[in-house]
């Protein structure tokens, strides 16, 4: 993991949620700065939520986790910046940089897929950067660039935002790989066995499918990235509804083989989750699994 300074970029509040804690109200745009160490307190789950220190890790570059409230939800950040540099160059391209378009879509998305039985995170604020650290500068004095000037990959201004969002869960899935074998025992099989706990997320995740490709979504997207340990899903630039087509039209063409993509990423999870956890189970039988609770839940065939 990695403790990152939070850098203030003078931004505005683009759109908040309704009962926001006080303490994410107070956090607005900023941007990260890795210090020099890597933290091995990795699985700390106290109560607070700190807007000058917080934390993240290398396979999330832009996202961090800014605390926990009283209540258990856990409060994460998109679009703060690249953990691996502190600051932006035209070179980084989107390295760091989360679109507005990008962060209103994921909270449409989110607001939209609420209303299903699909478990998502919950969107609870967009913070639009002002002033965004030049790279090459010092965190403790910085030189600041206009976020006006950042151009989106299709060269269109970007006006980059801060996405903050929250879950009943810490960890993701790919968090797992980065833990020790007895941590991961911690986090996960305080109560159930890891056979039990392995078929219940991925038939969680099977349903969750089924049902998004019944209404007639998919997600490019999905993988241990993307998902929670709870089954909780996140990350929806590229999740596409009727209701809520991709800007990028391509992806809204030839859905059944968008639908397919997806259910290869579901079996790729899968395989790797039973694979880092030395699951006790055959191949025809995951795929009977992931078979059984997708078809039971849409018209589709798992094609696999």
């Known amino acids: 993991m990695l403790k990152l300074k939070a850098i203030n970029t003078h931004g505005i509040t683009h759109w908040i949620a309704n009962d926001t804690p006080k303490e994410i109200q107070a956090i607005g745009s900023f941007w990260v700065s890795a210090i ?11 109560c607070g939520i700190s807007g000058d220190m917080v934390e993240g890790a290398s396979i999330h570059g832009r996202s961090c986790f800014l605390g926990m409230d009283e209540y258990k939800n856990y409060y994460f950040a998109k679009g703060c910046g ?4 502190f600051g932006w160059k035209p070179s980084f391209g989107s390295l760091g940089i989360l679109p507005l378009w990008a962060g209103i879509r994921e909270r449409d998305i989110s607001l939209a897929l609420r209303e299903t039985p ?5 969107p609870i604020a967009i913070e639009l950067h002002k002033k965004i650290p030049q790279f090459g500068s010092n965190a403790n004095n910085c030189e600041y660039i206009d976020a006006d000037s950042i151009p989106d990959l299709d060269g269109s201004p970007a006006n980059p935002c801060v996405y903050i969002y929250s879950s009943k869960s810490r960890w993701r899935l790919a968090d797992l790989f980065y833990f020790s074998e007895q941590e991961r025992h911690e986090i996960l099989f305080k109560d159930i066995t890891p056979i039990d706990w392995f078929v219940k997320i991925i038939r969680s995740l099977s349903v969750s ?51 397919q993509k997806e259910l290869y990423g579901l079996k790729t999870l899968a395989w790797e989750l039973a694979e880092l956890l030395r699951i006790n189970i055959t191949v025809r039988e995951i795929d009977l699994i992931l078979k059984s609770e997708y078809e039971s839940n849409c018209s589709f065939f798992y094609p696999f």
């Open 209 to 259: 499918t089924g049902t998004l490709h019944k209404l007639g979504g998919y997600d490019y997207s999905l993988s241990t990235h993307n998902v929670f340990i709870d089954g909780t899903r996140l990350d929806f630039e590229y999740l596409v509804l009727n209701t809520h087509p991709h800007p990028n039209k391509v992806l809204n063409q030839d859905t059944d083989t968008w639908r």
């Open 36 to 46: 020099d160490e890597f933290t091995s307190n990795s699985i700390n789950d106290s």
């Open 82 to 85: 690249w953990n691996h540099a």
């Open 118 to 122: 699909i478990n998502v995170v919950t």
